[in-house]
């Protein structure tokens, strides 16, 4: 067994200890994060902070990194509002690391990186036009992590795309089916592969293993 301790890691070298610290807790959600300027200019950027907080109001959170120079990210959702997270297909996964690079501000990774912008009527932020599934976000609450500079942002989904078929009678999103890729530390891609699925847990009763037929009546 490896045992590491505090003092430990805080004595490693740099690109390890980023590696180690990142990969950790294993696969993550993988996405692309959309948002526009309020002069028009776009921005794209890979994220793997995303996270599922409530169903009513419907609200995911994402953690972004303290606002630098050359990052419009933050700036352009505190300006507009809105922002969108769009999935990762296999094909486009090398194009998706790239907008990950120190482009210049004010230079847009839909351009540089080759995606196609969707927009829908009344939405400010752009959509990828290659994702399967997409959520349009209305930014709802800013915190400020005051021990390393971060920001959680919490947006409430004002919007889903998503492409047809992939949406099941139950609400489940058919990830596997969307081509959707996870992510492990920086730059580690994988294809999720079902393992099962189960009933809801309940106390003193064995975990059921669901079929087609009664995943619509989980729950």
């Known amino acids: 067994m490896v045992a590491i301790k505090r003092s430990q890691i805080s004595e490693m070298e740099k ?3 980023i590696s180690l610290i990142n990969s950790l807790v ?3 959600s993988l996405n692309l994060l959309g948002t526009i300027s309020s002069d028009g200019v776009t921005n794209l950027s890979l994220i793997s902070s995303a996270f599922h907080i409530g169903a009513n109001p419907p609200l995911l959170g ?4 303290p606002e630098r120079e050359h990052n419009d990210t933050l700036s352009n959702i505190k300006s507009t509002g809105h922002y969108t ?3 990762v297909l296999p094909q486009w996964y090398k194009q998706a690391h790239q907008t990950s690079a120190s482009y210049p501000s004010g230079v847009s990774e839909f ?3 080759g995606f ?4 829908v009527s009344g939405f400010k932020a752009p959509f990828v036009a290659e994702s399967t599934v997409r959520i349009g976000l209305e930014l709802a609450e800013i915190i400020d992590i005051e021990i390393n500079g971060t920001t ?3 947006g409430e989904i004002v919007q889903i795309l998503a492409d047809n078929n992939l949406i099941e009678e139950n609400g489940n999103v058919d990830h596997i089916k969307a081509g959707t890729m996870t992510v492990c530390g920086l730059d580690s891609y994988f294809l999720p592969q079902m393992v099962g699925r189960l009933a809801y847990a309940k106390p003193g009763i ?4 669901l079929t087609t037929k009664n995943c619509e009546t989980n729950h």
């Open 15 to 17: 690109h390890y200890r």
């Open 26 to 28: 294993g696969y993550k």
């Open 62 to 65: 994402i953690v972004i990194r």
């Open 85 to 87: 997270l769009n999935n």
């Open 111 to 113: 351009d540089r990186c």
């Open 116 to 119: 196609k912008k969707h927009y």
């Open 152 to 154: 959680i942002l919490i």
């Open 206 to 209: 064995e975990p059921q293993e």
